[in-house]
């Protein structure tokens, strides 16, 4: 799990562009969206694209997203569970 | 209308009121460069486009470069007005290659800056600017004057205008003013 959430962190910094950020700065339970990172609707698309393109996982319940996304380790924990790739 | 102050920004050189700004980058680097050289504090533009990025480095410039006043007799913007002749064809074209056949995984982040008045927006948000904003497709700068005349009609109004021009990765131009209607 330490490995995927290490890489799930590089991936966001890739993703969502921190250019001045390293995995160390990324609290693993620190919230997402609103405090902790501040992540806006556009980055929650770019997760989305981010799982659906790096473990196969297509999210169909928007509902669930909430909870899928309340933290690094959360993420991490669904698409261990439920990845394809 | 009175010039304030003006820039130009190239891919290798930045000229403010006419006096060279020392850079050791160039193209979108030189932009990176002016971020954390007079900002640094806004992670939100390192998700911006190059076109984006150009606007958005050159009116802080402009705008770092009034006299402190007190904050009763601060000027405010009341209008942002840029043109261009691409568009954001540079941006366009990036995510265009996000939804080619074979690598069908389009990029949210990118289509958000696939409008190039998007620049006017981030701009008037980092600024507070709640007045005019409007962005130009046209052939040539000239043809942006009589645009800004009819668009800053009351007196004593102030507003950021100018070329933003991106047409290709590290192909960019810059020539913007801070003005004032007397």
New interface residues.
């Given amino acids: 799990m330490e490995k995927l959430i290490e890489q799930l962190k590089a991936q966001i910094i890739e993703a969502l562009n921190f250019e001045d950020m390293t995995p160390a700065d990324i609290d693993t339970d620190a919230p997402l969206f609103g405090e902790g990172l501040g992540l806006d609707s556009i980055d929650a698309l770019e997760l989305i694209m981010l799982m659906d393109r790096e473990y196969g996982i297509k999210l169909s319940d928007p509902k669930a997203g909430k909870a899928i996304f309340q933290s690094v380790r959360t993420m991490a924990e669904y698409i261990q569970a439920n990845r394809t790739k | 209308m009175q010039v304030i102050h003006d820039i130009e920004i190239t891919t290798t050189s930045v000229l403010l009121d006419g006096k060279t700004i020392a850079v050791e980058q160039t193209g979108d680097k030189l932009l990176?460069e002016l971020y954390r050289r007079y900002v640094g504090d806004y992670?939100k533009f390192?998700?911006m486009d190059t076109l984006s990025r150009l606007g958005f480095i050159a009116a802080e410039l402009l705008l770092k470069s009034q006299e402190p006043m007190a904050n009763s007799q601060q000027p405010t913007v009341d209008a942002v007005i840029l043109a261009n002749r691409s568009a954001s064809i540079k941006n366009d074209t990036d995510y265009l290659a996000t939804i080619t056949e074979g690598n069908y995984?389009?990029?949210?982040?990118l289509f958000?800056y696939t409008l190039p008045n998007i620049v006017t927006g981030e701009i008037a948000i980092w600024h507070h600017i709640q007045g005019e904003t409007s962005f130009y497709i046209l052939n040539s700068p000239e043809e942006l004057k009589p645009i800004v005349a009819s668009t800053l009609t009351a007196k004593h109004s102030t507003a950021l205008v100018g070329w933003c021009e991106c047409s290709k990765q590290d192909n960019f131009y810059a020539k913007m003013q801070l003005i004032w209607r007397n």
């Fill in positions: 990176v992670p390192f998700k995984y389009p990029s949210p982040a958000v």
